[in-house]
């Protein structure tokens, strides 16, 4: 199993950027698909979520109305939008995948990407 993440940078403050997760390996279509960062210093935390099941996202309250999480089942990639970046949002993002029930309320990686790096300055 493989998940590539690309598409970070550095990138000024109240910019964007795209963020894309490339799998291989696994059957992406029934995996829950996630979005987790790394500040300098700082615990891994949860960023987003999709579930496979019914599209239903779930987001950071620190990224909510800023980020937004989607898939694309036929090229078994995961994307994270970035708007309105801040220099808090600098941080390694990883993905992840998580094969869940249906409607799997909780996300558990099961695999992670290796992170790529976003730089927002200020």
């Known amino acids: 199993v493989q998940l590539e993440a690309s598409g970070g940078g550095l990138v000024q403050a109240g910019g964007s950027l795209r963020l894309s997760c490339a799998t291989s390996?696994?059957?992406?279509?029934?995996?829950?698909m996630g979005w987790f960062r790394q500040a300098p210093g700082k615990d891994r935390e949860f960023v987003a979520s999709?579930?496979?099941?019914?599209?239903?996202?779930g987001y950071a309250d620190s990224v909510k109305g800023r980020f937004t999480i989607s898939r694309d089942n036929a090229k078994n990639t995961v994307y994270l939008q970035m708007n309105s970046l801040k220099p808090e949002d600098t941080a390694v993002y990883y993905c992840?995948?998580?094969?869940?029930?249906?409607?799997?309320?909780?996300?558990?990686?099961?695999?992670w990407g290796q992170g790529t790096l976003v730089t927002v300055s200020s």
């Open positions: 992840a995948a998580d094969k869940a029930p249906a409607f799997a309320s909780s996300f558990t990686p099961d695999y």
């Open positions: 390996g696994l059957t992406f279509s029934i995996y829950n």
């Open positions: 999709i579930r496979w099941s019914d599209g239903r996202t």
